[in-house]
């Protein structure tokens, strides 16, 4: 069948409906292939891969070594289900994750995509104190950060706080106790100290810890919420906070996880050690669907018992703990670990800084913040007193429409651009990346 691009195009409009996006003003871009950090459209146009296709690519699109490990194990079966079944690739995954996630961290559950490794966290807590040898059935509630972001299926609504995603679902989620960022400004402007923040933190699982069950975060930077960077300690402190108040601890890695923050996981900034360990993007390097909820014996043990005690865990997702994913992953942390992909991160790191630095002069880039690989440049209407545009102008989003002319895809969080490529990004490219974000700030806000 020969297509042409306009057939494609008129299909793309009528029969795919896309994520996070206002069909009517949907523009297709069809992609054709990808090359390293090089994404390809159907009429030949390059562009780089400025949002690592959503969070997720590591080494770079098309790696050999990526591909000839999904080749191999097509080879042999591309699926079978980990329902009371096993694969000898996936357990082979599972041990390897474990030799690199933090002390402790060494019971997998598989699922498939980042807001199920949150669901199966959240349900896995709740049901843990429900089955300790003295039962702690009260402990039914969740903590959350505002401003995060934890997926989009309604449990992960329900512990997310990035209004324009979650309103509109708020009568059918439940209602978790929420703390502000760290940070951040509070609602007259005045940024509040850790030690405050903490302190409140500290307030409320006095009072509430009886009843809460776990208190799950985004460690060190939140996403989605626009690239916020917590302050040093923050994560360090919470983990001592939710010990003390016998809270469980559900780090959601499903964006920072695989040396987005300069480590493998951004826990290890801090050297804390989750209840619950959720993993996904980044986990196949980009290639599947995958995620991983990890935690430890403690948690696995109030699960034991005859079938006739009814302790086991009742949830899974058919595609769970699939073997072409596992042979992608496992090839991925080959690479890791052949390749020295963290060694090479902080100089990385530091060009992306220098590139960015020059935007934060621009008239309309007001704050620009970054951690790790990631920067998110956050246009306003007003640098001296940081008046955002009226959201309806959507700048971010015209910003990244017009990179693309200069050979860059960017996807923004309203109107903070992000930069966030694929880890095998060469210095180069980093600075043709920034360029092309410059370009498309100038015209969006010129
Ligand atoms: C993307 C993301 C999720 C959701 O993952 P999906 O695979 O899209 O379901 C959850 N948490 C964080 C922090 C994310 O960035």
Redesign the pocket.
Known sequence: MNVTRRELEHWDRHHVWHAFTQMQEYEPLLIERGEGCWLVDVDGNRYLDGSAS??CNVHGHRHPRLDAALRAQAGKVAHTTNLGLSNSTTVEFARRLCELTPPGLDRVFFSD??????EAALKMAFQFWRQLETPRPEKTRFVAIAEA?????LG?VGVGGVDRFTAMFAPLTFEPIRVPPPGRADADGRLVPLAESLAELDRLLSIYGSEIAALVM?PIVQ??GGVIVHPAGYLKSVREITRRHEVLLIL?E???GFGRTGTMFACQQEEVVPDFL?L??GLTAGYL?M?ATITHRCIWDAFLGSHTDQRAFYHGHTYGGNPLAAAVGLASLDLFRDDLVLAALPAKIDRLARSTARLATLEHVGPVRQRGLVAGIELVADKATGRPYPWQEQQGRRACAAARGHGALLRPLGDVVVIMPPLAITEDEIDRLVTAAEAGIRVATG
Request: with cysteine; aromatic share 8%.
């Open positions: 959503m969070w995509d980042g807001s199920t490794a949150v972001y934890h997926g989009d299926t992960a985004e996403m989605a959601d499903v964006a920072v959720c996904a993007k669907p995620a």
